[in-house]
């Protein structure tokens, strides 16, 4: 009963949590050379979600909880390594004796040129995990097109406009009936938007997203990032719950153990917050531990989630991710498929 073609999860996706030096701090032990990391202050409150890419180069930042643009900062995250990254003197990203947790994604390095859409991009893509990064210059013309390097179609699409202060936008397969019309923000707690500027109302393909002309994801003559994501089974899953108000929360099946959950509303009135989770905070169940990618807090406890072999389950009636008859979409990332190629079952924790 092969499950899927990534038996070891953690050669393409890993949460690293580290402490804080003040100081040439290099983290080790993700497993593989990340192209993506994405780093947060667990207990300091006011540091903003820092993330990097190969694309874009070490010591640039953008952050999913404001509007700005990107920023670079020498001290920040100063390497990609082979099996980690290196941090400089800088509080955000290590505050002397703070606790920080990363989570790190595999790509194809600082990327190549892909013509496939109407705009060149250069893209940096793993085929097998799902995942690229995409930079590109936008015209700020409707109907240009992208080229993200999947193969596949894929489910998600975050873009953030580098120079200038706008929102970080996502484009989520089960937003709506008809999600290329739809955007939600990261930076915020609006609710879903229909907004053809955004996606020019067209399904992305199995080589290229679309873009309208909002200077959101279509700036004239100004730098782009996208990171796109395709499913993959035993490795990923993008979809979404109804929630049921109840402790004994909404099942949702996944086909593996989740090391990295991210859940939001997306019908709840006035908005509620994202939240992440991940198999490493407090490494038990129930995990309690959430961080939002939409606000600078610190690590909150008022959330409870069961993780599970083969999905997840949200405990408490809270109506951030399991209000009844409320819609959430999530993202989850594996630390092992319920069945491998080698045909062992998975464990709940």
Not at 93 to 111: E, I, M, Q, R, T
Not at 120 to 136: D, K, L, N, P, Q
Not at 158 to 185: E, F, G, W
Request: hydrophobic share 30%; net charge negative.
């Amino acid at each position: 009963m092969a499950y899927t073609t990534i038996p070891k999860s953690t050669n393409y996706f890993n949460t690293k949590l580290y402490t804080g030096n003040f100081s040439t701090n290099a983290i080790t032990g993700v497993g593989f050379q990340p192209d993506f990391t994405w780093i947060k202050s667990r207990d300091t409150a006011g540091e903003n979600h820092y993330l990097f890419d190969a694309i874009r180069g070490v010591t640039n930042y953008i952050h999913s909880d404001t509007t700005a643009g990107q920023g670079t900062n020498a001290a920040t995250l100063t390497t990609f390594g082979s099996d980690g990254f290196t941090v400089g003197a800088n509080n955000s990203v290590n505050k002397s004796s703070d606790p920080l947790v990363s989570w790190n994604w595999l790509a194809n390095g600082a990327g190549s040129s892909n013509t496939d859409g109407s705009i060149t991009s250069t893209v940096s893509a793993s085929t097998t995990s799902g995942f690229s990064i995409v930079s590109y210059t936008g015209n700020g013309t409707s109907g240009a097109t992208v080229g993200h390097g999947l193969g596949v179609v894929p489910q998600v699409i975050i873009v953030k406009r580098l120079p200038s202060t706008d929102q970080m936008i996502m484009y989520h397969h089960k937003l709506n009936a008809t999600p290329q019309d739809y955007y939600i923000r990261l930076s915020d707690t609006g609710t879903a938007a229909d907004f053809a500027g955004m996606w020019n109302d067209t399904a992305p393909t199995s080589s290229l997203f679309s873009i309208g002309n909002s200077p959101t994801t279509n700036a004239n003559s100004e730098a782009m990032i996208a990171y796109c994501f395709a499913e993959k089974q035993g490795f990923s899953k993008f979809g979404s719950y109804i929630g049921n108000g109840n402790a004994d929360g909404t099942f949702i099946y996944t086909g593996f153990k989740p090391a990295w959950i991210m859940t939001r509303a997306i019908d709840i009135g006035g908005g509620t917050d994202w939240y992440v989770f991940d198999n490493k905070r407090p490494a038990y169940n129930l995990t309690n531990l959430e961080l939002q990618p939409n606000n600078s807090g610190i690590e909150s406890s008022d959330i409870q989630l069961d993780i599970l072999s083969n999905g997840f389950k949200p405990r408490g009636s809270q109506g951030g991710h399991n209000g009844n008859g409320s819609n959430y979409i999530y993202m989850a990332f594996a630390s092992e498929p319920l069945v491998s190629t080698n045909g062992i079952p998975a464990t709940a924790r």
